[in-house]
């Protein structure tokens, strides 16, 4: 029998988790498929609790967090009921950081915070704008895809969440900065969640050519 995997969240169309996910299955040999299911807020916790495999995308993630009753701020993983983050998988990437700072604060920029405790937080809630000049890494965690939010230079390092490429990532790499792009970000976040769910290897690779990376 086929295992369901869904992704839960408001809109989903947008999204290349289901194109990755079920490229990792089939690379796999694992007869799994994952859909996405756009879940009004009044469908949500009966969604989760019926939910086995899934991932969370905005904007719910804090909330399935408080649904689960999870010790984490944000969740967007559930394997076996529990619920997991690996929104911050990336940093398994990024070496050699001491003065993080994280701009946003959704549900991922709440990952992010968990994982990264030292870090300075900039959001329109609070202090802004986001002033990361002697940040050695920076977490661009808002839904803002077309406006410079702030810029870096040559040895600063920038995690980008949304895809595709944002402008701020876009005038980061013209200046020289290190940027992961939010394609990378999703398939580490994704192999992880993979990983969870089936407890095996994830298929990087084929799930980096399902979004378009080498």
């Not at 289901?18 to 498929?33: C, I, K, T, Y």
């Not at 970000?185 to 990087?204: C, I, K, M, R």
């Amino acid at each position: 029998m086929t295992t369901e995997v869904v992704l839960l969240g408001h809109p989903v169309a947008h999204s290349l988790s289901p194109r990755m996910q079920n490229a990792a299955f089939a690379a796999a040999g694992l007869d799994w498929d994952y859909m996405a299911r756009d879940v009004l807020p009044e469908e949500l916790e009966a969604a989760v609790r019926a939910a086995e495999y899934a991932n969370v995308t905005a904007p719910y993630k804090l909330d399935v967090a408080r649904i689960l009753g999870s010790d984490l701020p944000s969740v967007n993983t559930i394997a076996r009921g529990r619920g997991w983050s690996t929104d911050a998988a990336i940093l398994e990437h990024v070496t050699g950081w001491y003065k993080p700072a994280i701009v946003g604060d959704g549900g991922a920029a709440a990952a992010f915070r968990h994982a990264l405790p030292e870090a300075r937080v900039f959001s329109r809630r609070d202090e802004w704008p986001p002033d990361v000049r002697d940040a050695d890494l920076v977490i661009h965690a808002t839904p803002v895809r077309d406006e410079v939010l702030f810029e870096l230079e040559p040895g600063q390092t920038l995690i980008d969440l949304p895809y595709p490429r944002t402008a701020t990532a876009e005038a980061a790499a013209a200046t020289g900065a290190r940027v992961l792009d939010g394609l990378e970000v999703l398939v580490a976040q994704g192999a992880a969640s993979f990983e969870l769910w089936t407890e095996l290897p994830a298929p990087v690779d084929a799930m980096r050519s399902a979004v378009g990376l080498t």
